[in-house]
């Protein structure tokens, strides 16, 4: 008997060693804390993100498809990404609120704009008036507003436009997939 206490004793500190290694690693990777009873518990992700990393990110941080894409035989000047209404939206890069308000067409919107590399950033459909106000700085992943279906939209989305110079001041819609892509990569 003290033959096999001998040989599963070093077996058990080995198994005790891995659960508890794979509960730190579990509240490492989750940003959570490990609650009493073991499992993990996760915080929210941050309405302002720590500096650093790429200079934009994806506008909808979770789940979405891809809807009707620039031009979509309309003259569409965006892509509609949708996701359930009241998914959070946020800003792609740090930059100054230059509209925010209500349009027929576009529902509640809000125009981001960077002067350094001159786009000009929109978020059309939310949900609800935005929360950020004209003349506002935004950082990197900053909350926009909450994915909505107002003004002339069928289901919940997120119709995003860039501009290269001022929107509808001058400048010049671009198709924002190939951006869009880049960043749903790694965000």
């Known amino acids: 008997m003290n033959r096999a206490i001998s040989w599963a004793s070093p077996l058990l500190v080995l198994i005790a060693s891995l659960a508890l290694a794979n509960t730190a ?31 934009q990110v994806f506008p909808i941080p979770s789940a979405h498809t891809f809807g009707d894409g620039f031009g979509a035989g309309r003259g569409h000047q965006g892509v509609d990404i949708f996701a359930p209404c009241g998914t959070l939206t946020v800003a792609v890069m740090n930059a100054r609120v230059i509209y925010s308000g209500f349009q027929g067409a ?31 700085k935004v950082v990197k992943g900053q909350f926009v507003g909450g994915v909505g279906d ?17 929107w509808y001041r001058g400048g010049n819609a671009l198709d924002p997939m190939p951006s869009l892509l880049a960043w749903d990569s790694y965000s």
């Open 25 to 55: 690693q579990a509240q490492t990777t989750s940003g959570g804390a490990v609650s009493p009873g073991g499992g993990t518990t996760t915080t929210p992700p941050p309405t302002t993100p720590a500096p650093g990393g790429p200079t």
């Open 106 to 136: 576009a529902g509640n919107y809000v125009v981001l704009r960077n002067k350094k590399v001159k786009r000009d950033y929109v978020y059309m459909h939310l949900q609800t008036p935005s929360p950020l106000l004209k003349g506002q």
């Open 150 to 166: 107002t003004g002339r939209a069928t289901g919940c989305h997120l119709h995003f436009e860039i501009w290269r110079g001022k």
